[in-house]
């Protein structure tokens, strides 16, 4: 008798190995345990009747800004005094230094660090062929107004990339702010 109560004890503690840990070893009520919710983002089950909902056509979230000349292509076609530079973003070292930075970081690969278009990935193919609109001491950068200059960044222009999802508006400023300091020095030492 002795022996059957020990061999049934045993069986009972080894039932439970093999299940995860974290988990009851027996689910007496396993409904309530795996439970018909629809998750967030999960396959719509409804059919289309409900259940999670894909955001209506041209929905963007709270926090992104909507560009005001997002149809416009050509930074010539600009509306005049359209888009100024902010009179917030002030000409201290420390915006000068986060324009720098960020100059590095996005333009500095085909611009190059003076803005005269020789940046590392210039040169003969795989690489970028050489412009001289990239060269900032050069025409059309030279005589393009700040705002010209913010739309390229924004949209690009020919085969420069939009950064306009990647830099923020304001670091967009910045970096103009740091573009205008090296046609200074490209203007004072003509190659
Ligand atoms: C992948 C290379 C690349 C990067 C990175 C890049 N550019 Fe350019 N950029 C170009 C090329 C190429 C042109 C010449 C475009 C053309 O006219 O076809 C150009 C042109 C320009 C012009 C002149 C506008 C024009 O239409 O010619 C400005 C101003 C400019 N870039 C600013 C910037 C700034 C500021 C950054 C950094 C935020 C940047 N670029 C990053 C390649 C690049």
């Known amino acids: 008798m002795k022996y059957k109560i020990f061999l049934t004890l045993l069986l009972f503690s080894l039932s439970s190995c093999g299940i995860p840990r974290g988990f009851p070893a027996l689910q007496f009520f396993p409904d309530m345990y795996d439970s018909p919710a629809v998750e967030a983002q999960e396959e719509d089950v409804f059919g289309g009747t409900g259940g999670p909902r894909n955001p209506p056509v041209g929905a963007i979230s709270i926090d ?8 416009i292509r050509a930074f010539q076609d600009l509306p005049s005094g359209g888009l100024t530079f902010p009179s917030e973003i002030k000409k201290t070292k420390e915006n000068y230094a986060r324009g720098e930075e960020r100059y590095h970081i996005y333009c500095y690969p085909c611009h190059g660090a003076q803005g ?16 001289p609109a990239m060269d900032f001491s050069k025409s059309p950068a030279k005589e393009m107004t700040d705002g010209q200059i913010y739309h390229t960044i924004t949209m690009g222009a020919g085969q420069m990339p939009a950064y306009g999802s990647q830099i923020s508006p304001e670091d967009r400023w910045k970096i103009i702010l740091y573009v205008r300091k090296l046609q200074e020095l490209a203007l004072k030492t003509p190659n």
């Open 116 to 131: 005269r278009g020789n940046g590392p990935v210039i040169g003969n193919p795989p690489r970028i062929a050489y412009t």
């Open 64 to 71: 992104e800004e909507v560009y005001e000349y997002a149809s």
